[in-house]
């Protein structure tokens, strides 16, 4: 059965400074992978989905998340973090026409 | 409607009283997902529906959960004999299952007195 791991449970930035979230797999075929974000009071949303090609993937607000196939990982980053980031991140994997399976969830908080 | 549907967005209910919680995916997204979000904590699977396939219930924490879903449409969560750790936010996601982009309603937040 695949499982997500995200290995930071709370973050804590000041502005400015850059992020890399991490999040490793496991499940050996062919993976979709994302990345969630859960704003205060608002509900989950995509913040950004590889499936294939461009291992580079671009998502909204300047966030970005590389996926290295041969490390099982798809880490989140963001070169310079803005208050308006704190949130809670999800990390998840789907393998085709599976079920998706999400991380625990990472806490950023960005101070002013 | 343009997205998942939940309702209710709140319901306070006795402990030991039964509850039934409604979530209305996309039209035409054949997964369907049943989370739970206790305060300050991550997402705990609870149910995953696939179409017409068997639904993966490993995630139900008791035998006092238990969710249908109609075809590819309507769920329905239910809760019997509620007790105070359930209380939780409660979310349902759809998506088209061979894209796997799960869509997110705004959840109910359940709570036992």
Known sequence: AQSVSQHNHHVILSEAASLELGCNYSYGGTVNLFWYVQYPGQHLQLLLKYFSGDPLVKGIKGFEAEFIKSKFSFNLRKPSVQWSDTAEYFCAVNTNAGKSTFGDGTTLTVKP | ?113
């Open chain 2, 1 to 113: 409607g343009a997205g998942v549907s939940q309702s209710p967005s709140n319901k306070v209910t006795e402990k030991g009283k039964d509850v039934e919680l409604r979530c209305d995916p996309i039209s035409g997204h054949t997964a369907l997902y049943w989370y739970r979000q206790r305060l300050g904590q991550g997402l705990e699977f609870l149910i995953y529906f696939q179409g017409n396939s068997a639904p993966d219930k490993s995630g139900l924490p008791s035998d006092r959960f238990s969710a249908e879903r109609t075809g590819e449409s309507v769920s329905t969560l239910t809760i019997q004999r509620t007790q105070q750790e359930d209380s939780a936010v409660y979310l349902c996601a759809s998506s088209l299952a061979r894209f796997g982009e799960a869509f997110f309603g705004q959840g109910t937040r359940l709570t036992v007195v």
